[in-house]
């Protein structure tokens, strides 16, 4: 692979005549099967175009900050190798949130919905009388490992087309973190958390489309995590369900 | 300029911050927490293999243990009191996470799980102990994502993307901040009667890095540029294993499950280098091993990295040499369970599959064991009598408590942000009640504004990335593993240069005022090339070898002239030319030695 197009889907609202979207085509010459599209992306910032912008910070998939959607699949920059892009690459920022420039979205209704949901843990009661640690086996811990890996990028969430079509929708990120705590055995308000999620905007507006679960760049099945929620609502008890599913 | 009134300004939101944001909260602490990134997008994200705490859970352990392997990993430069409270403190810092709702691996019986770690002993380094308290390989990432659920909690005030860039002094005191809302490029005065510093490392001063591109020093910088000092810059870690040519990091916790480094011949390499520990020697010590090897010409296929293996075949195989129990030996669920993310890192960007093939490793620039220097309450302190300044605090990488000494032993990072990010919020807590309110100064803010004006509208030649890029392949090449007299002095004299160029000859594309990163990377820029130059003046001063920094013609460490901190800080009060001046009179304290001779410096042998 030597030479690849990618066209960007750019706004700025500074500046007439861009302030409505358009898409450009930036052309890169040497370019590695293995080179990241993040290292792309910051190619034509720094060589071409210095106006261009995103967000990035970690470059290997851990901070989730350079979400985007790419050949209309959601990911992160940083993860996705231009081997698996072919040679004509178009970039747009995530769907279903306003735009702030660029690839650059208002990521506060997201937050918003994630806050929504207690995303903390709650547990009043006394600590152990040793002043050690609450113990957990093996097994509880392991019931609710896969939602632990949340990084907030938004990718599930700004994939779904029950959030395009209605941005009060909670959405897959913040179902996932509440998923994180309804199932951790040492948490004492799921219940609440389940009344939350219960609500017209909570888990029922999930029509099971699976767009979150490839979208996920942790790997997270989040539409099996969702439905695991909507479970432990119907039965108005998290308990038994994960083995249940298995 | 919009101005905002809060008790306490924490600036950063990774461990360090929110720590200090959630204790001084809890103190009743009025709290704002100002920060260049949304919090979960903070580095501590990225740590990996563990934090540690001598909780025992698995193998015989206690804080003395803990501090005498902080302090020994430190080469004898880590004050000894301080690496005392990190040990003591540890286990109910980590405890305190696991009350918060972190989930931990679990051992069989329910308690945290302990992984080991290099340089982590049991007894005063009698054999290997299981300190390491870990979720996968993903501790950071759970640290973190607690904290801020926790704030989220106890309504803690976030202003997120927003970029601190200047410190507000009034009367000797810190009395706020100056910080650009990255979103719409207004100028805001945060107004404080404490300002906590907990803005990370500097990292990207080198090409090859495990560091987000966003740790650019910034916090350091800033706070240097007022002629305070900082503290032991000479001392930069770097870890043995990044992924070659990128950097990323491979936790020490591969080694800590099994994982040996081989050299092109198949030979595991660090048992000639520490016999006793091997591939969990310190990490200077076995970034220099990497290097020589390659130097020798043992690099594999005669490249510079090695190879690290975590293949059940050859783990099992070190096992049985060593004698260990069969219970012991692991196989690939194992390897998946205990290191995900691992795997996953390197079958994205490798294609290297590290259960059926071993992964290609390089030194990477890491961390910084230097920064602003504090006492064990993380307050700012400005000489070598500990002279506290007033409103001004700091902790985590950016600080230099200093129980890092000259090396850091893996996982202690973690636990120093915990720890000391919790002491100084508690710390800021009782203060502020203490503390009256100091006027803002008349013109706060103005000088930045007006930089900021100057580098958006540079009409010079240089682009911010090709001074940037020159400057990370230059550190990498003359203040790396290894530096000599000759190498930094043109270090210093290079990077004078490269400062002429960055306040005379800069160009930049983007001149709006939204989310214009073209501006902000410009910006850190400076950030950098003032860390790096300070990096480069610390290095050339110190004429010894000690811990991660080894100089080729001064190969000893030297424990007459240089149990000593280095405190480096601008005369000028010209940013452009700073005129650096170093003083080496602050001690190294040694109050463990005093009342146990196993503290005493001495020679360190793995």
Aim: with cysteine.
């Amino acid at each position: 692979m030597a030479t690849v197009t990618i066209k960007i889907k750019r706004q700025n609202p500074e500046i007439s005549g861009k302030d409505k979207p358009y898409w450009e085509e930036f052309t890169l010459k040497d370019v590695d099967p293995t080179d990241r599209l993040l290292e792309m992306l910051h190619r034509i910032k720094w060589e071409q175009d210095g106006t261009l912008t995103l967000r990035r910070s970690c470059a290997h998939g851990v901070c989730g900050s350079d979400a985007m959607r790419i050949n209309g699949v959601n990911a992160l920059a940083c993860k996705v190798l231009m081997q698996d892009v072919g040679e004509t690459i178009m970039v747009e920022p995530i769907l279903g949130l306003p735009i702030v420039k660029d690839l650059v979205v208002d990521m506060e209704p997201f937050f918003d919905h994630y806050k929504a949901v207690m995303p903390f843990f709650v547990n009043d009661d006394p600590v152990p009388e040793n002043g050690r640690e609450r113990l957990q086996s093996i097994e509880d811990r392991e019931s609710f490992d896969d939602t632990t890996k949340c990084i907030l990028c938004a990718c599930c969430t700004t994939s779904c087309p029950s959030f395009w079509a209605n941005g009060k929708y909670v959405g897959p990120a913040a179902i996932v973190q509440a998923h994180r705590f309804i199932f951790d055995t040492r948490d004492k308000a799921s219940q609440e958390r389940m009344d939350a999620l219960a609500e017209p905007n909570g888990v029922w507006r999930c029509r099971t489309i699976y767009n979150c679960t490839p979208a996920c760049p942790r790997d997270i099945q989040v539409t099996k995590a969702i439905g695991e929620v909507k479970l432990a609502i119907r039965r108005g008890s998290p308990t038994g369900i994960i083995k249940a599913i298995g | 300029m919009q101005i905002h009134k809060h008790e306490a300004i924490i600036v950063g939101a990774g461990g360090a911050g929110l720590m200090a944001a959630l204790y001084a909260s809890k103190g009743g602490t009025d709290v704002a927490v100002v920060s260049k990134l949304y919090p979960t997008r903070s580095h501590t994200g990225a740590a990996q293999g563990g934090i540690s705490a001598a909780l025992g859970n698995l193998d015989d352990d206690a804080p003395i243990y803990h501090a005498y392997d902080t302090v020994k990993g430190g080469d004898y430069l880590t004050d000894q009191n301080a690496a005392m409270v990190l040990a003591d403190n540890a286990i109910d810092a980590v405890i305190e996470l696991e009350h918060m709702g972190l989930p931990f691996d679990r051992t069989p019986d329910g308690k945290i799980s302990q992984r080991r770690f290099g340089g982590h002993t049991s007894n005063f380094g009698e054999s290997l102990v299981r300190r390491a308290c870990h979720a996968a390989d993903r501790t950071g990432h759970m640290i973190l994502q607690t904290l801020y659920q926790q704030c989220i909690k106890q309504k803690v005030n976030f202003f997120d993307e927003f970029q601190v860039v200047d410190l507000i002094i009034n009367k000797d005191k810190c009395v706020g901040v100056v910080a650009v809302d990255i979103g719409t490029g207004e100028f805001h005065i945060y107004h404080g009667k404490a300002v906590l510093f907990a803005s990370g490392g500097w990292g990207r001063c080198w090409e090859v890095t495990s560091n987000a591109h966003s740790l650019t020093g910034d916090g350091a910088a800033v706070v240097l540029r007022k002629g305070i000092p900082l503290q032991d810059m000479e001392f930069y870690q770097f870890h043995p294993t990044g992924i070659y040519r990128m950097g990323i990091l491979i936790t020490e916790g591969v080694r800590g499950e099994g994982g040996v480094l081989l050299n092109s011949r198949g030979e595991r390499f660090m048992e000639r280098y520490a016999p006793s520990v091997k591939d969990l020697a310190s990490r200077d010590v076995v970034s220099r091993a990497i290097y020589d090897e390659v130097e020798a010409g043992r690099g594999i296929k005669g490249n510079n990295y090695v190879h690290l293996d975590i293949r059940p075949s050859t783990v099992n195989r070190f096992f049985a040499e060593e004698g260990r129990p069969e219970s012991d030996y692991i196989d690939d669920a194992y390897v998946e369970k205990k290191l995900p993310d691992i795997l996953d890192f390197c079958r994205t960007y490798l294609g290297v599959d590290p259960v059926k093939e071993p992964m290609p490793v390089q030194p990477t620039a890491h961390y910084g064991m230097g920064g602003i220097p504090t006492n064990i309450d993380a307050e700012v302190v400005t000489d070598e009598n500990w002279a506290v300044y007033p409103g001004l605090y700091a902790a985590g990488e950016t600080a230099c408590v200093s129980v890092h000494g000259a090396n850091r032993l893996g996982t202690n990072a973690l636990l120093e942000l915990v720890v000391f990010g919790r002491r100084g919020g508690m710390k800021i807590a009782e203060d502020v009640k203490q503390m009256e309110w100091t006027d803002l100064p008349s013109d706060a803010g103005k000088a930045m504004e007006s930089e900021f004006k100057r580098i958006r509208t540079s009409k010079g030649k240089t682009k911010s990335h090709e001074l940037r890029q020159k400057m990370q392949n230059m550190m990498m090449r003359k203040v790396g593993v290894y530096r000599t007299e000759e190498t930094l002095s043109e270090a210093v004299e290079e990077l004078k240069e490269m400062k002429q160029l960055y306040y005379t000859d800069l160009t930049i594309d983007d001149e709006g005022s939204i989310f214009n990163t073209d501006l902000m990377e410009a910006w850190e820029l400076g950030c950098l090339l003032d860390l790096a130059e300070v990096t480069a003046v610390s290095a050339l001063n110190r004429t010894e070898s000690r811990g991660g920094h080894s100089r080729d013609d001064y190969k000893k460490r030297d424990d007459e002239n240089w149990l000593v901190h280095t405190l480096v800080h601008s005369d000028s009060g010209d940013v452009q030319n700073p005129n650096y001046q170093i003083n080496i009179k602050k001690k190294v304290d040694l109050s463990l030695a005093e009342k146990d001779d196993k503290f005493i410096p001495k020679e360190r042998v793995y």
